[in-house]
């Protein structure tokens, strides 16, 4: 292993990923079937779902050499997501649906279905024959328990950087090392 540019996790592993991935594909499914074609919020919607999960894919990437951009794309992609939840539940709203209460029947087993399942073939094959408020209702409760995985991953990476460092660091590190200083 390279002690200057260790080599970092696959993001595909990562929860956090899985879980945008899995918004991503609800969103783009639930903005071309039931909204109405020239709708600004069938873009806004889709890059917002999108930017969740593509500003992962580029924090992680960026990660070895880093730990800013790591911690800078992962809190866009938070923000990214709070938007979405934001346009989900204006959805609810603007047509008068409810939006599920928590302890409610359907928001907890949603939010188990959340916790035991990462793979969005699962939830695509959920939501082909769900009414739109019911897809809303499950997005939002992803979209939050991402925005709890982000925060934990973001916490494990402040952590991480006060307690080790970063790649300016590590490079100074190796340089004394090899000098013998």
Not at 49 to 55: F, H, I, L, M
């Amino acid at each position: 292993m390279n002690e200057l540019i260790p080599r970092k996790g696959n993001y595909k592993k990562l929860l956090s990923y899985q879980k945008s991935d899995v918004i991503f594909q609800i969103t783009y499914f639930f903005c071309n079937k039931f909204l109405q074609r020239g709708d600004r919020t069938i873009d806004q919607m889709i890059q917002a779902a999108r930017s969740g999960k593509q500003n992962i894919v580029e924090g992680c990437s960026a990660a070895a050499t880093s730990s800013k951009t790591e911690i800078r794309l992962l809190n866009v992609a938070k923000a990214s997501l709070k938007e979405l939840l934001e346009d989900y539940e204006d959805f609810l709203k603007t047509r008068g649906k409810r939006q599920w209460e928590e302890k409610s029947i359907e928001y907890e087993t949603m939010r188990q279905l959340g916790r035991e399942h990462s793979d969005a073939a699962y939830f695509m094959n959920l939501i082909e024959t769900r009414p739109p408020e019911t897809i809303a209702n499950m997005a939002i409760i992803l979209i939050n328990q991402a925005d709890y995985l982000l925060h934990r991953q973001l916490e494990r990476l402040a952590s991480d950087f006060i307690d080790n460092g970063g790649f300016s660091e590590r490079m100074v590190a190796l340089r004394r090392n090899k000098r013998g200083y």
